[in-house]
């Protein structure tokens, strides 16, 4: 196991009706004006926009409001949001929503209290300070709501980078299971691809003896493996949104993921795609992961059938290894295709003819130094690869 530090301050509240106690939430953390950061307009229809400015009326807190956060948050809303926190003074940003407004928030918050570009934090920058951050999750999937880290969409360009540092953990998140009953399944199935994606990042490491954490995400992944079809059949089945969003917290705030150097190329070959054909990012990952696992499973078999095991319930062939290590592969590609994920380049709207570029703006766009990815170094034509696995 490798050393590590891990600080993970997020007061968490689980459950029916939390919201309603934002105010109070809002108040013991000091936030005296308060920036409302929303979406597209769900938090809207559903009255929890509305819910969530009573209880900060109740305890006299003032609020100004931003909405119209994009999936894939773009960079020029968070220009507007950091220029409005200092107008108006604001000391406390609550994002009512999922990733993407969550992501808008840490952004805004870091920006706010930055004399530079909020931008140098998206290129390698850590971020040492940030207006305190408040959640109430409306969707179980990109895991910010536990997490130090935000993504960004830079509209100058269409590419996505993402930017880390304490001072992004939310100093408080509502998670309230019954939110998320809302969703329209896709959605729902893209929580749900995202926060098992997580898991692989993980997963998949040359850190020895992690045993531990291994455990850790065999048990979420399983976990999400038992409720994910539960809730496409029956999307009002709290108890298996519950299982899940808890799940999607644990999966990301890194408390599986310690003392092991962690992947993570899927998610920036993801990236790439989200940014230029705005599709859903867990959707991506449907597409991106089972083509990356095909293209490096070799690196380490053993690891692979482990997972096929322990996860998918596949019988070990001790005389073929690599037969239970693409049984699992197989798996995890039913697995996500009965949720209703896409499979293929053509599913999400991606073009071949974008392979190269996508490939090059992966390894050397904006800072990158040409490689991704720690379990096995990629290099810009294995990306170009793994994309081809996916037309
Ligand atoms: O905008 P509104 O109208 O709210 O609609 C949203 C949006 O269209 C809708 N939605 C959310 N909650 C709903 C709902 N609709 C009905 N009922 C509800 N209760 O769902 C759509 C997707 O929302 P979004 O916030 O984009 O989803 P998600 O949580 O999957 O976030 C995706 C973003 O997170 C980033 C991704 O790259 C992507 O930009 N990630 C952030 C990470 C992090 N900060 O740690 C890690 C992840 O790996 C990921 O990269
Ligand atoms: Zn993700």
Redesign the pocket.
């Known amino acids: 196991m490798e050393n590590f530090t891990f600080y993970s301050p997020t007061y968490f509240v689980f459950g029916k009706e939390e919201e309603n106690n934002a105010g109070k939430y809002v108040k013991r953390f000091g936030g005296t004006k308060v920036l409302l950061h929303?979406?597209?307009?769900?938090?809207v229809r559903?009255g929890l926009l509305d819910r969530v400015k009573a209880s900060l009326s109740a305890e006299h807190i003032p609020y100004v409001e931003l909405g119209g956060?994009?999936?894939?948050?773009r960079s020029g809303l968070v220009y507007e949001g950091i220029e409005l926190c200092r107008k108006e003074k604001v000391d406390f940003v609550l994002a009512i929503?999922?990733?993407?407004?969550?992501?808008s928030s840490?952004a805004i918050a870091a920006g706010t209290v930055y004399s530079g570009d909020f931008w140098d934090f998206y290129q390698g920058k850590l971020v040492e300070e940030a207006l305190p951050i408040g959640i109430i999750l409306?969707?179980s999937?990109?895991?910010?709501e536990g997490?130090a880290?935000?993504?960004i969409?830079n509209e100058n360009g269409m590419y996505?980078r993402?930017a880390t540092g304490e001072a992004l953990r939310p100093t408080f998140s509502i998670l309230n299971p019954a939110?998320?009953?809302?969703?329209?399944p896709f959605?729902t199935a893209?929580?749900i691809t995202?926060i098992m994606?997580?898991l692989f990042e993980r997963y998949f490491t040359n850190t020895q003896e992690v045993e531990v954490t291994d455990r850790m995400i065999e048990g979420l992944l399983l976990t999400m493996i038992h409720e994910g079809p539960r809730v496409i059949e029956d999307p009002n089945n709290y108890e298996a949104r519950a299982n899940i969003m808890w799940a999607g917290m644990m999966g990301?705030n890194n408390s599986c993921g310690v003392g092991r150097i962690q992947d993570w190329a899927s998610?920036d070959i993801e990236?790439e795609l989200?940014a230029l054909y705005d599709c859903?990012?867990?959707a991506g990952l449907a597409v991106v992961f089972p083509a990356w696992m095909t293209y490096v499973y070799k690196h380490d078999v053993m690891r692979f059938a482990k997972l096929a095991v322990r996860v998918w319930g596949c019988q070990m062939d001790f005389a073929n290894p690599e037969r239970t290590a693409l049984e699992g592969i197989s798996a995890l590609r039913r697995f996500w295709k009965s949720l209703g994920m896409p499979s293929n380049f053509a599913e999400l709207g991606a073009k071949e003819e974008d392979i190269p570029q996508m490939a090059h703006t992966a390894c050397y766009g904006d800072g990158r130094t040409g490689t991704l990815g720690n379990f096995v170094k990629l290099h810009e034509e294995d990306v170009a690869n793994i994309y081809r696995l996916m037309v």
């Not at 956060?69 to 948050?73: D, E």
């Not at 999937?141 to 910010?144: F, K, P, Q, R, V």
């Open positions: 929303y979406g597209g307009g769900s938090v559903s956060v994009k999936p894939n948050p929503g999922g990733g993407s407004t969550i992501d840490k409306t969707i999937a990109a895991g910010s997490s880290d935000s993504v969409t996505k993402g939110l998320t009953q809302t969703l329209p959605q893209c929580g995202d994606a997580h990301h998610h990236h989200s859903a990012h867990g």
